[in-house]
């Protein structure tokens, strides 16, 4: 049992089975294309920087409340 059969060129139909053939490997090379540019963005991408949170301190806090 053959995991790839090519199509006999002497049976008539099989012209068919070449232009799948054709649609099959153009399909996967796009496909291909596509993964490889859309992993290629990702690793591109910055990582975003990362804030500290700003907390009051006593002074700025009853300040506030005078306010």
């Given at each position: 049992?053959?995991?790839?059969?090519?199509?006999?060129?002497?049976?008539?139909?099989?012209?068919?089975?070449?232009?799948?053939?054709?649609?099959?490997?153009?399909?996967?090379?796009?496909?291909?294309?596509?993964?490889?540019?859309?992993?290629?963005q990702?690793?591109?991408?910055?990582?975003?920087?990362?804030?500290?949170?700003?907390?009051?301190?006593?002074?700025?806090?009853?300040?506030?409340?005078?306010?």
């Amino acid at each position: 049992m053959d995991i790839f059969t090519v199509p006999d060129p002497n049976d008539p139909m099989m012209g068919y089975a070449y232009i799948m053939l054709i649609f099959v490997l153009i399909a996967a090379s796009f496909t291909v294309y596509k993964m490889k540019k859309s992993r290629k963005q990702q690793t591109d991408k910055p990582e975003p920087k990362a804030y500290d949170m700003y907390e009051y301190t006593k002074n700025e806090q009853s300040d506030k409340k005078k306010d």
